[in-house]
């Protein structure tokens, strides 16, 4: 699949009507939540973790999902930070991290799409949740195993072949094209919508300074048993064609 013959979104590759961006947002601020009380500290989450998610999607949105649902969620989660990851190392591809916007030559381009189908949900920017992903699948669940199994939820994906990414390429080294900036506490990521040229010119600027050691900011010892999420930010500053740092 050397070109994209059909557009496809990041929002239909990611949502769809029964499962939308809404309850996505929040059940990653819920298992968040649950990692800055206590309540899942490493490795999966057990049932009651689980059933905790259920139960504040049901208080806060009116939606019912079932146990195998959210399980089946948590692990497509896990599935959207493995390939993102593994986008981040392919040499050429940069990472703005101000736009969360995703360059690269054609060429490399193509070997992303040829090598795993489900990188056309990052064919315009980045994971809209990077941050708590890399978070929670680097530091509270780490040794997770990698599954085959996890679809495709959305008839878009019909539009490609399932390709599998090699467990050897995804537990390679990191490159300094994984971007780390502090885990925040809320959304600071809207998925982009604008179309971009893929060619080299349009290469932004990645940052390449030491990874911190980053935690997570609900943590504390009076953290209440319900954490109000702040406001998700709406404007992004864009470093198309800027040469420096983008400021952490």
Same mark, same amino acid.
Request: aromatic share 10%.
């Given at each position: 699949m050397p070109r994209l013959s059909v557009l496809i979104t990041q929002e239909e590759c990611l949502y769809d009507e029964h499962w939308t961006k809404e309850a996505d947002n929040l059940l990653i601020?819920?298992?968040?939540?649950?990692?800055? $009380?206590?309540?899942?500290?490493?490795?999966? #989450?057990?049932?009651s973790a689980f059933n905790y998610c259920r139960s504040g999607m049901k208080s806060e949105l009116d939606m019912n999902f079932t146990l195998p649902d959210v399980e089946l969620r948590f692990d497509f989660l896990h599935k959207r930070y493995r390939v993102f990851s593994w986008m981040l190392r392919k040499h050429g591809l940069r990472h703005c991290v101000q736009s969360n916007v995703l360059t690269a030559p054609v060429a490399v381009w193509d070997d992303i799409f040829e090598s795993n189908s489900f990188s056309v949900a990052y064919q315009h920017c980045g994971?809209?949740?990077?941050?708590?992903?890399?978070? $929670?699948?680097?530091?509270?669940?780490?040794?997770? #195993?990698?599954?085959?199994?996890?679809?495709?939820?959305?008839?878009?994906?019909?539009?490609?072949? #399932?390709?599998?990414?090699?467990?050897?390429?995804?537990?390679?080294?990191q490159s300094n094209n994984e971007v780390v900036v502090q885990c925040p506490t809320g959304n600071n990521f809207d998925p982009c919508t604008r179309h971009r040229e893929r060619d080299v010119s349009s290469e932004c600027s990645v940052n390449t300074q030491p990874q911190p050691q980053f935690m997570n900011p609900r943590q504390g010892t009076h953290t209440p048993s319900r954490i109000p999420r702040p406001q998700r930010k709406t404007g992004l500053s864009s470093c198309k064609g800027s040469s420096s740092e983008p400021q952490i």
């Open positions: 601020d819920l298992l968040m939540e649950l990692n800055a $009380l206590g309540d899942w500290k490493y490795g999966r #989450p057990d049932h994971d809209p949740r990077w941050n708590e992903l890399k978070y $929670l699948f680097t530091l509270v669940y780490p040794t997770s #195993p990698i599954s085959e199994n996890v679809p495709d939820f959305h008839s878009t994906n019909q539009l490609v072949d #399932p390709e599998i990414v090699e467990p050897a390429c995804l537990m390679s080294e």
